[in-house]
């Protein structure tokens, strides 16, 4: 008899791990761990795979929505994103009557995404692998762990049904840019003197904004090579900072670089430094502020989608901008107007000047930042630390987007014109997203 009952409650104890009564496992998958260390796995295919800037805000964006989108049944003060992006219109629901863990399904869904929209992944897998086992570990009963993964999968798929419609697979085919005879004109620069990048980014469906243009930026200064006339003065001024740069600057240059396509020339033999992109300096921030502030699994979510859609839209109003202008760069300039042996601190990126994409993005992201953690929060930004850089610690979010801004003039890569105005754009941007966008049904 004694056995019996010994084999019975055993048997209970087993059908208790798959019914969906045992609950400890809940407060370890609300660790919103899981969901910083998938962007940063995704993070690092980006920096692999060698993806231009508005190429990776991209799939950060996408990525970020499908989290944020999969973790909100499971808290009702958020609100969905769909109504409010253009042309997602509906996001798959769960079924009320069952147990799920929507962290899980948040972390299956970004991941997901970025398996689909990234290069290597054989090497992304080894780490979903292993993430999915640490999920399992905390206990979950695998019926919910098999609905879970199941519901992240149907969110990721309306996701990426979506971004098969943003006009990216087709500009892939699009002609390259064609180079112009102008001397105003953008040329390509050395060592690698590549094509212009994404010179057709302008057609990729807006997130948030009314079009590519709504943000359009007063017009650069007009082109010259008199050395009384403006244009010339900024180019001056980028030519004698160059030429005596204190190690401070130097060391602000080089933090906020973030250039994937970092050519390196050893004889005959060329190769590319992976370097992290300047949208993914600012996911990397969004990290450790989340990670300073205790944010929540759901907060975290919030906060990579907000920041994202900025990233995204910002990049998408810059090369509107930079390819109607199409101005010619300061290496190009100084090399044939003012010393021919001049070199920048910084390589020059190889797309056209006007605005400072840097500068966009960086002050959209702080926009978004202040917005979800306030006015003069102090950090500490390691991100570089893993390129070989210190940490730098800033007073504020704005105090950090005008490092990142004034960081291209001591690099040598753009007039300060291209970096207020752009500063000044990716501001207007950042309102009006943090603005239009909704995530809180009762205002914090």
Known sequence: MRQFVGA????????????????????KAQDAGFLHRSMKAITDRIVHDIFSPPVASRIYTYCSVAAYEAILPGDTSYKSLAGQLRGLDSIPQPDPAKEY???????????????????????????????????????????????????????????????????????????????????????????????????????????????????????PTPFSTDKSSQFYKDAYEVFTIGKE??????????????????????????????????????????????????????????AYVRISLSLVDGFISCWDEKYRSKLVRPETYINKHIDENWVPLLQTPPFPEYTSGHSVISNAASVALTKLFGDNYAFTDSTETEFGMPPRSFKSF???????????????????????????????????????????????
């Open 101 to 219: 863990c929507f962290e899980l399904a948040s972390t299956q869904a970004l991941l997901k995404v970025g398996r689909t929209l990234i290069f290597s992944e054989s090497d992304l897998d080894v780490f979903i692998e292993q993430i999915m086992q640490e999920f399992r570990d905390t206990g979950m009963p695998s019926d919910v762990f098999e609905r879970s993964v199941e519901y992240g999968d149907l969110v990721a798929a309306r996701v990426l049904a979506w971004s098969s419609k943003d006009n990216y697979k087709q500009s892939r085919s699009f002609p390259k840019y064609t180079i112009e005879s102008n001397p105003a004109t953008w040329q390509p620069t050395p060592p690698g003197y590549m094509d212009a990048v994404e010179p057709h980014w302008r057609t990729i469906r807006t997130f948030v904004m009314d079009s590519s243009a709504q943000f359009k930026p007063v017009p």
């Open 245 to 302: 740069l204190t190690e401070e600057q130097r060391a602000i240059a080089s933090f906020w670089d973030c250039n994937p396509f970092a050519m390196n020339v050893r004889g005959h033999v060329m190769f590319a430094t992976k370097k992290i992109s300047p949208g993914g300096h600012w996911i990397n921030i969004t990290r450790q502020v989340c990670e300073a502030s205790k944010s929540s699994f759901p907060e975290v979510a919030e």
């Open 8 to 27: 019975c409650a055993i048997v209970l104890a087993l059908l208790s791990c798959t019914s969906g009564n045992n609950t400890e496992y809940k407060a």
């Open 398 to 444: 704005d105090d950090a987007a005008a490092e990142a801004s004034v960081s291209r003039i001591y690099g040598g890569i753009h007039y300060r014109p291209a970096v207020e105005v752009g500063a000044r754009q990716g501001r207007l941007l950042g309102e009006f997203v943090s603005q239009k966008i909704v995530t809180r049904r009762t205002p914090q």
